[in-house]
């Protein structure tokens, strides 16, 4: 009860606190370390205060702005390598995202190492990077910086012997890892793999062996199984694709495709279209070895096993690596390691205790529906690709309603298919197949689940996988049920500035243009609730989803105000003619989002994202702003105090 008095009390005290002054809670600071023979490396040390983070070099496609270093190009030096960091990454899972990112919190050094052919040089660039913490996020900054590298070991305000923050728990990777083991699970019951599990019993129960001799072929053969598996990941983690690509391997539209592609190969090959299947000539050379018995033998036993399954566990493992890549660089070995790991027990438990053979359920028809259920998630899967290419180049093809279309389809097929499969099994006699009939059920109560999508519902479960919702263009009149933009006697059709840039969720009309949506208010009478908010904010994400869809929230945004939202972190970039100069510090502004992050600091003496204002028609605060609160009740209240303040004017 205390903590959540002293968190209500904090959300009611920050906004005085955050109008104050600007946020950025990052201090930066530069220098080089001498490494010999003209190698040096450049030092970036952020110093970040207690409560606030910024986020990794990498981030998952749909995150929030990574921390990013650009180097101006020089002849007279050369970059070796890519930036790293002195301490790794936490990983967090973030609800609003629906994703794990990795942070930084309190001090960490960057470096990036450097060859020179000349004794001094000056290096330049510049320093991306967006810091938030529980209540607001700072809209993306850069830093640019010149360091003078040379003529000593350590220059500039960075040592070498600066202390080391302490390593925290990677929980995001954890959950990999679970995931991963899973997969392998479920591998074993594949129709390739499940039938050998007797096979491998008789291979070790039989005649000429002692106990000791066969429990300890069992478990060779259940590490060489892991090993087996593990080699694909240690390989990507070696090469360094994991961590060296995963920016690009998020946004860019050729991996991306490359990977929808994968994945719907995969399912069809689990719908059984065709089989994925390793030469023959590499299992029967690998068969031929199983007879030695022994050590050796166990070992070419995995083998053989690995590769005839391969029909089956080629597509589980293929989405596992093609999801591997896109992360760190531990997460395709532990993942590989998982995997083999859970595919691996089965067979060793039952090599040793071949007794428990007779407690498994005999192979046959079910095998072929647990194939088929994986096809159809994989073919559910492929479409985030598809997604991210979409939003990403703002290509406007797939939109929500469309993602949900095609979702529908597939869980009503897999329905459709699962109560015909039940049917079959009874049919021939089975009275079993209650796990059949609950994945029947699941398949179409998740159709109908989404299906409410198609008339409003946010689909919180689920709205990390899916395009955000789009809405008309204008601000609706009551009375003629089209869009239209009135201003003194005209009434105009039209969309507002930017509408094809931006919406907003739940069927919410508005502007993303200060100007207009001010010019709009004074015409109908109503306040003002700005909206200053990002991309990349994740607290704006948690906003919307846990306020905002709120029917008594959403009723007063409809009827009472006229909303502007203001992206101070869009990179689209603007005519000559609408570029401003900066009266906070004096630089041309260019694009959307500097613009409005200049209205939001000049007007409100803030960058606080999300940041709410309820204002009149000069965009003057009818009450306190707003910053992140999650409490609807109060939402509420503070809402209603705008309206009766404006009421009074």
Known sequence: MFRKIAYIWLLLLLPVVVSAQIYDPVIWSFGFESKGANQYEIILKASIEDGSHIYGMEVPDGGPVPTTFRFVEDSRFSLEGEVFSNIPAEEKYDDAFGLSIKTFEGNVEFRQLVRSSSPSFTLSGTIEYMACNNISCSPPKEVDFDIPVGGGDVAGNVTAEDDNVPVTGNRGLFGFIIASFLLGLIGVLTPCVYPMIPLTVAFFARAGEGKKSSFLNALIFGISIVIIYSSPGLI???????????????????????????????????????ELTLPSRWSNATDSKVDKGGIIGSFFMALTTVIVSFSCTGPIVGGLLVEAVRGDVLRPTVGMFAFGLAFSIPFTLFAISPRLLSSLPKSGYWLKVVKTVIGFLMLVFSMKFLMVIDSVYSLGLLSREVYLVIWIILFITLGFYLFRSLAQMRGAGNKKGSGVFILALASVGIAVYLTTGLFGSPLKAVSALLPSPKT?????????????????????????????????????????????????????NKPVLLDFKGHACANCKRMEAKVWSDPE????????????????????????????????????KKTIGKINEEIEISKYNTNALPYYVIADHTGQPLTTPSVTNLDVDSYIRWLDEGISAFSKQ
Do not use: C
């Open 236 to 274: 990507i983690s070696l090469t360094g694709a994991g961590a060296g690509f995963a920016n690009a391997l998020s946004t860019h539209w050729i991996p991306n495709l490359i990977f929808f592609l994968l994945f719907v190969i995969f399912a069809v090959s689990f719908l059984g279209a065709f």
């Open 472 to 524: 008309k263009n204008a601000v609706e009149e009551q009375s003629g049920g089209f869009s239209v933009l009135t201003f003194g006697n005209n009434v105009e059709s039209q969309a507002p500035k930017y509408g094809d840039l931006f919406s907003l969720p739940y069927g919410l009309s508005g502007f993303f243009d200060y100007d207009e949506g001010m010019a709009y208010a004074r015409n109908v």
């Open 553 to 588: 929230v959403l009723r007063r945004l409809k009827d009472n105000f006229v909303i502007i939202a203001l992206y101070v972190d869009d990179r689209t970039q603007l005519s000559e003619s609408e570029w401003i100069v900066s009266t906070v510090d004096g630089k041309v």
